[in-house]
């Protein structure tokens, strides 16, 4: 199984200010969605790989309480999406999320219009109710103190009629929720919630309350199982037909601690595995390129378009009849290609197999597969079955998703990754820098663009390409600092002036848009 050279499709990105020259009607399709997200990536300039995530979550969330999908392997399944994104700060992780947050924040504002403007009336009520409940029990009370068993009778009537006509207190409707507790979050979603998203682009918050019975009560959303909630103090109740997604954006150390602590209690639960969890590249140093108006309003329409049928979903799903879910099967050509997918995964997994060490996000990445499949089939306002281009596209992107999760919480053995990271690090040099009269950086600039950013796998994979006599240091004169430069032989020297230090305009993500890969059975 190669996961080294994850696939892409068919829109090629040339720099960071991605723009779309075209003229063309937007219309509802997989390639609106894609350019979308590189509207959306032109115009805040974040890692794409965080703008993706960002978008699919969106579009889970908005879809999520219209439909479920019937898994070729056998079973139905809710569509929603937990994705978890690492990025240090400074990506531009509030921005990124915003653009995709913001249409259901606001879809959320003004259906709360009515909420708050009856608030005051609903607080009168309940104030009069229990005033005069106050005023019952005092007249029972003197009823029963004088052993008048006829107004005892009378009042305990009135009592039982005054208790079963108290007045509801109207929720306000939510879809988002940030800073909330399990036990908060469950009676919303009992109460009136039923199509919900944790969402929060500062994930250290939800991180920091991750208990191993929240994460628990997580694991249960996410399959779609009914929930029986009872507690000694509060009234029973019953979480049931609720659909929740995750997007969580966090930075890189605050999300390796949280998966450390508690005996790794995050993965021996199952929650990482029902994640797509991403660390992207970094873009910063690199967010230069500024649109023309001309661009921003060619690349605006597909972003309103985006909007357009998160707002028109949602609008459906207020409407839908509870419990009530259209079912989203696979054409024969897409239920082909599950199945390849499936097998490779599923031969991958025996002992020494390129997932054997990611065995648990492993098996579920098919059913993941399908989730992300029937999430952009419907989002993007496609009838009937699943067709293969939308099948094929989510394997690729599932693809991705197996490569980062192995590379974040993979086991790797230290000498084999040194010497990868040694590789890595002389092609990295090599492809930037091999015009320069002199091929080599400082090692704070490559350990901030190139692939080792520890310090530590830097130094050793240094000292591997140095041992093969295919590079040199120099002393900066600054303890812990020097520079590495290749040796010359081999190099093509061309009149050429010296690069800028620019970091590297692409990774897995901009290059699943370029190619068709194709799984065969």
């Not at 879809?63 to 999406?81: E, K, N, W």
């Not at 005051?120 to 005033?131: E, L, R, T």
């Not at 310090?455 to 303890?479: H, K, M, P, T, W």
Request: proline share 3%; aromatic share 8%.
């Amino acid at each position: 199984m190669n996961i080294d050279h994850p696939p892409s499709s068919n829109i090629i990105v040339s720099s960071p200010g991605i723009f779309i020259l075209e003229e063309e009607t937007v219309s509802d399709s997989l390639d609106s969605f894609k350019q979308a997200v590189y509207a959306v990536h032109a115009r805040v300039q974040s890692p794409l790989g965080m703008i993706f995530v960002s978008a699919l979550s969106a579009a889970a969330t908005c879809t999520q309480g219209l439909i479920d999908v019937m898994c070729p392997g056998g079973g139905c399944s809710p569509v929603s999406l937990y994705v978890v994104v690492g990025a240090n700060s400074g990506e531009r992780k509030t921005s990124t999320d915003r653009q995709f947050t913001r249409c259901i924040s606001d879809f959320e504002h003004e259906k709360n219009k009515k909420f708050n403007f009856n608030k005051g009336s609903n607080a009168a009520a309940q104030d009069i109710w229990k005033a005069q409940l106050h005023a019952l029990k005092k007249s029972l009370n003197k009823a029963i103190t004088k052993s008048d068993l006829a107004t005892v009778s009378k009042l305990e009537e009135r009592l039982t009629e005054h208790y079963n006509n108290e007045p509801i207190a109207q929720a306000s409707f939510r879809i988002l929720f940030e800073d909330t507790t399990m036990p908060a979050l469950l009676r919303e979603l009992a109460a009136t919630c039923k199509n919900a998203c944790l969402n929060s682009s500062e994930g250290g918050i939800l991180l920091g309350r991750a208990s191993g019975e929240y994460l628990l009560y997580l694991n249960k959303l996410w399959d779609g199982d009914e929930l029986r909630v009872d507690r000694i103090s509060h009234e029973s109740f019953t979480v049931k037909n609720v659909r929740i997604s995750l997007s969580l954006m966090t930075q890189e150390a605050l999300l390796k601690r949280f998966v450390n602590r508690r005996d790794s209690f995050a993965k021996i639960s199952g929650f990482l595995a029902r994640c797509l969890t991403i660390s992207p590249r970094s873009t910063q140093g690199n967010r230069v390129q500024l649109n023309s108006a001309q661009q921003d309003a060619s690349n605006k329409k597909y972003i309103d378009w985006f909007h357009d049928r998160q707002i028109h979903l949602l609008s459906q799903t207020e409407k839908q009849k509870e419990g009530t879910k259209q079912l989203i099967s696979f054409s024969p050509e897409a239920a082909k290609i599950w199945n390849n997918f499936y097998k490779l995964v599923e031969h991958e997994l025996k002992e020494n197999g390129a997932l054997a060490d990611i065995r648990d996000f492993a098996s579920k990445i098919s059913n993941n597969m399908s989730r992300i499949a029937a999430v952009l089939h419907y989002f993007c306002g496609q009838k009937g079955d699943i067709k293969a281009e939308i099948a094929q596209f989510s394997v690729d992107l599932c693809m991705i998703f197996i490569m980062e999760f192995k590379n974040i919480f993979g086991i790797k053995d230290p000498i084999q990754q040194a010497h990868e990271n040694a590789r890595l690090l002389h092609k990295f040099i090599y492809e930037k820098l091999q015009y320069h009269p002199r091929p080599g950086a400082g090692k704070r600039w490559l350990c901030q663009y190139g692939p080792c950013r520890l310090s530590a796998d830097f130094d050793a994979a240094v000292a591997i390409l140095c041992q093969q006599n295919i590079a040199y240091v120099e002393n900066d004169g600054v303890r812990g600092s020097y520079s590495v430069f290749l040796k010359s032989t081999g190099f093509n020297r061309v009149h050429a002036p010296p690069p800028h230090f620019n970091a590297p305009a692409s990774d897995a993500w901009a290059t699943l848009l370029q190619t068709t890969h194709s799984i065969k059975s």
